[in-house]
């Protein structure tokens, strides 16, 4: 049976942002994308480009008293990947390594911030023994 639903959580470097329920955001795994080249000779090839994983639109729990937008704005404004795990409503956790991309929207009445992610290479499911590492 398949289980589908918000997002639960996005641990960004160990940090945890709880996910407002009901936002549907966009996760691409990564990895490659494909597409066909016609030859000449009326053979037809496949061209792969690596693919970048990106999760877009998530609105994330914001509490000032942890610092939590300074702390995206930390994460945003150093430049580098920082471990990511994503936790799904079926309880299936991805990880990988990426970073904030676009601004971080956030909104003073629900106590949210939507923002953007990107990462390097793919995502993956996580099968227990995944740690931080850079």
Sequence with gaps: MSVAGSIH???????????A???DAELNLGGYENSTIRFGDGTTGITMARKAWSL?????SINDMRDDEEYLASIRNNGVFV???VTMASGAVYVGLGTIVGPVDRSTASGTAS??????????????TWTLSR
């Design 115 to 128: 923002i953007d992610l990107e990462g390097d290479g793919a995502l993956t499911r996580d099968n227990g």
């Design 83 to 85: 471990n990511v795990a």
């Design 21 to 23: 329920a009901g936002c």
């Design 56 to 60: 877009r639109g998530v609105e994330i």
């Design 9 to 19: 959580n996005i641990s960004l470097e160990g940090r945890n942002y709880p996910v």
